[in-house]
């Protein structure tokens, strides 16, 4: 896969909980376990990651919606539209990674960690 190009603000992690909620609002009855099953990921995830008072996105979570939703993930991150990863997210998506939007966010990821993600806002979560 090619190399994404590093980020060059770190993310908000209240700006990342709207557009996630934005795109998860008012589906699956407004039931965050039947969403979370949907995406396929683990409930206490995606309710860290949309908390109101104090989100923690995970990448667990960015993940599932870049692929769910087929957004492009520094969108999502960081609320600018970026072709090249929408892109390579899209174009190699059972290939797409942590590692790759780790890249994006400009934080390597040592193999095999569970290590944070550390001003990015969000967390490696298995």
Same mark, same amino acid.
């Given at each position: 896969m090619q190399s994404l190009l590093p980020v060059m603000k770190p993310p908000d992690p209240k700006s990342v909980a709207a557009r996630v909620k934005g795109l998860i609002g008012g589906q =699956?009855?407004? +039931?965050?376990?039947?969403?979370? #099953?949907? $995406? @396929?990921?683990?409930?206490?995830? +995606? #309710?860290?990651t949309i908390d109101d008072l104090e989100p923690h996105p995970t990448l667990?979570?960015?993940?599932?919606?870049? #692929?769910?939703?087929?957004? =492009?993930?520094?969108? +999502?991150?960081? @609320?600018?539209y970026d072709p090249t990863s929408h892109r390579l997210a899209m174009d190699d998506e059972a290939n797409f990674t942590k590692s790759d939007l780790c890249k994006l966010l400009g934080r390597p990821r040592e193999s095999g960690t569970d290590e944070s993600a550390g =001003?990015? @806002? $969000? #967390?490696l979560e298995a």
């Amino acid at each position: 896969m090619q190399s994404l190009l590093p980020v060059m603000k770190p993310p908000d992690p209240k700006s990342v909980a709207a557009r996630v909620k934005g795109l998860i609002g008012g589906q =699956d009855n407004g +039931l965050i376990a039947i969403t979370a #099953r949907r $995406l @396929g990921v683990n409930e206490v995830a +995606l #309710r860290i990651t949309i908390d109101d008072l104090e989100p923690h996105p995970t990448l667990e979570v960015i993940m599932a919606v870049v #692929r769910v939703y087929g957004v =492009d993930p520094t969108w +999502l991150v960081t @609320g600018e539209y970026d072709p090249t990863s929408h892109r390579l997210a899209m174009d190699d998506e059972a290939n797409f990674t942590k590692s790759d939007l780790c890249k994006l966010l400009g934080r390597p990821r040592e193999s095999g960690t569970d290590e944070s993600a550390g =001003d990015t @806002g $969000l #967390r490696l979560e298995a």
